[in-house]
């Protein structure tokens, strides 16, 4: 319900906008495009969260939101034709621009009628038939695609199902429970909201007055812009599942930051011509659009999922005021005094809040990848009271439910990386089809649907237990390995049990 009803605010703001006829009319217009706009946050990272394995939770979640940034480039180099008063007159152009924007939107609103309302939040508000539906439909659907039966879940949470929860629960939970989560949340967002709107909004006057540009070529700079902030979650994502949360944000964060002072030096020194001054731009936010994304995976990932939504929709708005609204406007005043050493304040700045924002993640950091959403915060709705950074995990239990679904949210331990399972697919592949680049190899066991990193490490443990061999730099073939009962006991020994493995 939140995903259509915030796109439709959206869309309906969007075609007033288009047959605007005053500029309060305008504006009214655009702030509320701007509400519908803050409430798609909530709704889609809230659904990245619930509905996506935790093996590929924070790949997918960077992807989609740096997926902003392919929109901002195709709008950048569409207004080149749109705005040019030679195809369209002046008062013309612009209104067409916002009527493919709702275009757009309505095309989404009919793709997403098929998003699953979230299991876990069904489950709590007492519906849990129709979470069942949902899950059993989702297992279904992955047992048919890999050819492979799902394990059961190692455990079960108790909880206690309510049709509404309080604000003064959500705020208590935010300030009393997790207060230093509280705290990560504003730094991540504050940083990200300020070096972000204030270099998007003026972007186009530091090229117009530093180095000369028209104002019609300035679109096909953004669109570059746009291009590097989509490539960084893209290329990026993948690690903060591998190499972890904690690394990955406070390298985006201080990195970028670090870039950005580069930048200024060699930009208030004079030594940087436009190529110089957009190539380190480019790297700048090439990280920073990963770190930004990751703000909002974060704030998704640390509270319990009663207070998700709000979560994020909270630190959305807090960041937008603070960073958001502050960001623009002093960069606007020190673009205007054409000075370089005044704009220079501003990006120092910038740099300083990004870096301030990697220490707080050093710092309080929650290691989150790979992890099940209860175990990283309890759900309110549980049994148990949380400790700050710490929550207790949730007790052991049987499934009070015959039949109880294998992807309903449970609890598992979070355990040492193991490969047993992956590693006997792979000595199977190889016994049944003999030497196989590795590419190859990869498709016959279908590594893809084993989330990152595992095949490589799987493949590993198999050369380095003898149930594979390296024939040459990227080709594998069956090994004779370890034979006879020291064979058969290794096998045994590393054959997975039903709870070897978190889900």
């Known amino acids: 319900k939140l995903f259509l009803l915030t796109l439709l605010v959206y869309i309906v703001a969007t075609v007033a906008t288009a047959f605007s006829t005053t500029a309060l009319f305008f504006f009214i217009a655009r702030f509320f ?64 621009a916002f009527g493919l924007g709702a275009v757009l939107g309505l095309a989404i609103l009919i793709v997403r009628r098929h998003v699953p309302e979230s299991p876990r939040w069904l489950f709590i508000h007492g519906r849990e038939e129709e979470a069942e539906r949902i899950v059993d439909g989702i297992e279904r659907e992955v047992e048919e695609e890999t050819s492979e039966p799902l394990d059961d879940p190692g455990g079960a949470i108790t909880v206690h199902q309510r049709k509404t929860i309080s604000f003064r629960e959500v705020a208590r939970t935010a300030f009393k ?42 679109p096909i700079y953004i669109a570059l812009f746009a291009v590097s902030n989509f490539l960084g979650p893209l290329l990026l994502g993948r690690l903060f599942d591998t190499i972890g949360r904690k690394p990955m944000v ?51 990932e640390i509270f319990p999922m009663e207070t998700r939504a709000l979560a994020i929709a909270f630190f959305y708005a807090i960041g937008t005021a603070v960073g958001g609204i502050t960001g623009p406007l002093l960069f606007a005043k020190l673009i205007a005094t054409g000075n370089e050493s005044s704009v220079a304040v501003g990006f120092y700045l910038g740099a300083g809040i990004m870096i301030i924002g990697g ?68 000595e199977s592949a190889l016994g049944e089809h003999g030497a196989m680049e590795r590419s190859e190899l990869a498709r016959a066991v279908g590594a893809r649907f084993w989330g990152p990193g595992r095949f490589p490490g799987a493949l590993r443990e198999a050369v380095r237990t003898g149930r594979a061999q390296r024939l040459g730099r990227t080709r594998f073939g069956p090994a004779g390995g ?10 045994r020994d590393s054959a997975p049990s039903p709870t070897s493995e978190p889900r």
């Open 177 to 218: 429970v997790y207060p230093k989560r509280t705290i990560l949340g504003f730094a991540l967002f504050i940083g990200q909201a300020f070096i972000y709107n204030a270099v998007t909004f003026d972007l186009g006057s530091i090229l117009s007055e530093f180095f000369n540009i028209e104002s019609g070529k300035v």
């Open 359 to 426: 220490i707080v993640e050093i710092v309080l950091g929650v290691k989150a990848e790979g992890q099940q959403l209860e175990d990283i915060a309890t759900p309110l709705t549980a049994e148990g009271e949380e400790q700050e950074q710490k929550p207790p995990k949730p007790q052991r239990r049987p499934s009070p439910r015959s039949g109880y679904s294998r992807g309903m949210p449970v609890s598992a331990p979070i355990e040492p990386v193991e490969f047993s399972r992956e590693v006997v697919r792979i």
């Open 482 to 491: 370890l034979g006879g009962d020291a064979g058969e006991r290794f096998r």
């Open 33 to 96: 495009t701007g509400a519908g706009i803050g409430g798609e946050y909530a709704a889609i990272n809230s659904a990245i969260d619930e509905l996506i394995p935790a093996r590929v939770r924070g790949r997918v979640d960077l992807i989609i939101n740096g997926s902003y940034w392919l929109g901002a480039a195709a709008g950048a180099l569409g207004s080149l034709v749109l705005l040019n008063t030679n195809i369209f007159a002046a008062d013309v152009g612009w209104r067409i």
């Open 250 to 300: 406070a390298f985006t964060y201080i990195g970028s930051g670090v870039v950005l002072i580069v930048l200024t030096i060699l930009f208030v020194g004079g030594s940087l011509g436009l190529w110089g001054f957009m190539a380190l731009l480019l790297g700048t936010f090439f990280l920073a659009s990963a770190g930004a994304s990751s703000a909002y995976l974060t704030v998704s």
